[in-house]
């Protein structure tokens, strides 16, 4: 190794930890087997990713449906589910509907959180979901119809008390909380409820009044200090949603080729393997190691390329008599009799 790189060497072994397959560059081959729970196994990183689950919750009109869709629009080249929490609204007894308006639509129990629950969870393990359509005129399912949604790399579970309950909570990979101005919550329902939900403006007034307002107080505030981010004004927040976006982007990893052809392995990244791509790309850094950084990526591939190889497992006795006892390169060339 150049001296001028001992350092620099040295924090990036310390930070990094054993490399991806299992093997330490250069090092004793004393490090965890590709078993150890420190590093994954190819299996692992190549085993097909569990969705984004984002939860985007705030008070009714607060802008939550806008924001979702303008995340899902900037998120077109991934598959983006959007699930709303008012799908899962409870049906109503018939007594329930005729005294319509004393029902309290915003209290937890209004919704029918288990089978929420398994909307999610289903989703998240890869398989389509019949979610319920909601009739917000008539206050109840559609009893025949339903809405297949399919598996997705992000689903968005949307909703005023999406953050309400734990369990809920758990499955989310993120949490967004819109925050927006009570007064202009009310008036925005107003306008909706009477042009799209079928109300009147006394109705929404009162219900406001009743059980809006209370239950925002009491179930909603609460539960934004859950939220990872606040959007302030909602889907007026172009740079909130762009960072959220970014961040989206980042955590889903840029890896499409892998869509296209199964059979490309991304070789994760590490603190190690990003600090050497680093050096090399640094103007100033001399030719000698260049080379030297260059020579571990280029090993780093071919042994990754050879451990997806089929192999039989072979037992091997070194020249000097000690079983076990060799360099990350004689491992690769020993322990794995190609076919
Ligand atoms: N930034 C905005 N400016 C003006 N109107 C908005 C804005 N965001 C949402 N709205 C309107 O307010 C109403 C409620 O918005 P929506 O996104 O459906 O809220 P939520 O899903 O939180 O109930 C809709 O009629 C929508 O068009
Ligand atoms: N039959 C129903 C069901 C729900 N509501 C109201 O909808 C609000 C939640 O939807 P947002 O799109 O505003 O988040 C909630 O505040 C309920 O009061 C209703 O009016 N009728």
Same mark, same amino acid.
């Given at each position: 190794?150049?001296?001028?790189?001992?350092?620099?060497?040295?924090?990036?072994?310390?930070?990094?930890?054993?490399?991806?397959?299992? +093997?330490?560059? @250069? &090092?004793?081959?004393?490090?965890?087997?590709?078993?150890?729970?420190?590093?994954?196994?190819?299996?692992?990183?190549?085993?097909?990713?569990?969705?984004?689950?984002?939860?985007?919750?705030?008070?009714?009109?607060?802008?939550?449906?806008?924001?979702?869709?303008?995340?899902?629009?900037?998120?077109?080249?991934?598959?983006?589910?959007? *699930?709303?929490?008012?799908?899962?609204? /409870?049906?109503?007894?018939?007594?329930?509907?005729?005294?319509?308006?004393?029902?309290?639509?915003?209290?937890?129990?209004?919704?029918?959180?288990?089978?929420? +629950?398994?909307?999610? $969870?289903?989703?998240?393990?890869?398989?389509?979901?019949?979610?319920?359509?909601?009739?917000? $005129?008539?206050?109840?399912?559609?009893?025949?119809?339903?809405?297949?949604?399919?598996?997705?790399?992000?689903?968005?579970?949307?909703?005023?008390? *999406?953050?309400?309950?734990?369990?809920?909570?758990?499955?989310?990979?993120? $949490?967004?909380?819109?925050?927006?101005?009570?007064?202009?919550?009310?008036?925005?329902?107003? /306008?909706?409820?009477?042009?799209?939900? &079928?109300?009147?403006?006394?109705?929404?007034?009162?219900?406001?009044?009743?059980?809006? $307002?209370?239950?925002? @107080?009491?179930?909603? +505030?609460?539960?934004?200090?859950?939220?990872?981010?606040?959007?302030?004004?909602?889907?007026?927040?172009?740079?909130?949603?762009?960072?959220?976006?970014?961040?989206?982007?980042?955590? +889903?990893?840029?890896?499409?080729?892998?869509?296209?052809?199964?059979? *490309?392995?991304?070789?994760?990244?590490?603190?190690?393997?990003?600090?050497?791509?680093?050096?090399?790309?640094?103007? &100033?850094?001399?030719?000698?190691?260049?080379?030297?950084?260059?020579?571990?990526?280029?090993?780093?591939?071919?042994?990754?390329?050879?451990?997806?190889?089929?192999?039989?497992?072979?037992?091997?006795?070194?020249?000097?008599?000690?079983?076990?006892?060799?360099?990350?390169?004689?491992?690769?060339?020993?322990?794995?009799?190609?076919?």
């Amino acid at each position: 190794m150049p001296e001028a790189t001992t350092s620099i060497d040295y924090v990036m072994e310390k930070a990094s930890g054993p490399h991806f397959s299992g +093997l330490r560059i @250069d &090092g004793p081959t004393s490090s965890p087997p590709a078993s150890s729970a420190t590093a994954p196994s190819v299996a692992d990183v190549n085993a097909p990713k569990q969705p984004f689950v984002i939860g985007v919750s705030g008070g009714t009109a607060s802008g939550k449906t806008t924001v979702c869709d303008m995340i899902i629009q900037q998120l077109h080249d991934h598959r983006v589910v959007l *699930v709303n929490q008012d799908s899962f609204y /409870r049906g109503l007894t018939p007594e329930e509907s005729e005294r319509v308006h004393e029902y309290n639509f915003d209290h937890p129990d209004a919704f029918d959180t288990e089978q929420l +629950l398994d909307c999610i $969870k289903t989703l998240k393990s890869g398989q389509p979901y019949q979610v319920p359509i909601y009739d917000f $005129k008539k206050h109840r399912r559609c009893s025949d119809s339903f809405r297949l949604v399919n598996a997705s790399d992000v689903i968005i579970l949307e909703g005023i008390l *999406v953050f309400h309950d734990q369990r809920v909570r758990s499955l989310m990979n993120m $949490k967004i909380f819109v925050d927006t101005d009570a007064d202009v919550r009310l008036a925005r329902r107003i /306008r909706r409820d009477t042009v799209e939900r &079928g109300r009147d403006l006394d109705s929404v007034l009162e219900q406001y009044a009743k059980f809006v $307002k209370p239950a925002f @107080d009491d179930f909603v +505030l609460p539960s934004k200090k859950y939220a990872d981010v606040i959007i302030p004004r909602g889907g007026d927040n172009h740079v909130a949603i762009d960072l959220i976006v970014q961040h989206i982007h980042t955590k +889903l990893g840029q890896h499409d080729l892998c869509k296209i052809y199964p059979n *490309v392995y991304v070789i994760q990244s590490t603190f190690q393997i990003r600090g050497m791509h680093t050096l090399i790309r640094d103007r &100033g850094i001399s030719k000698h190691d260049f080379v030297f950084y260059s020579d571990r990526l280029i090993r780093l591939v071919v042994e990754h390329g050879l451990g997806h190889l089929p192999f039989t497992e072979k037992q091997v006795v070194t020249p000097t008599g000690v079983l076990g006892i060799m360099n990350s390169e004689a491992l690769v060339h020993f322990c794995y009799s190609m076919h």
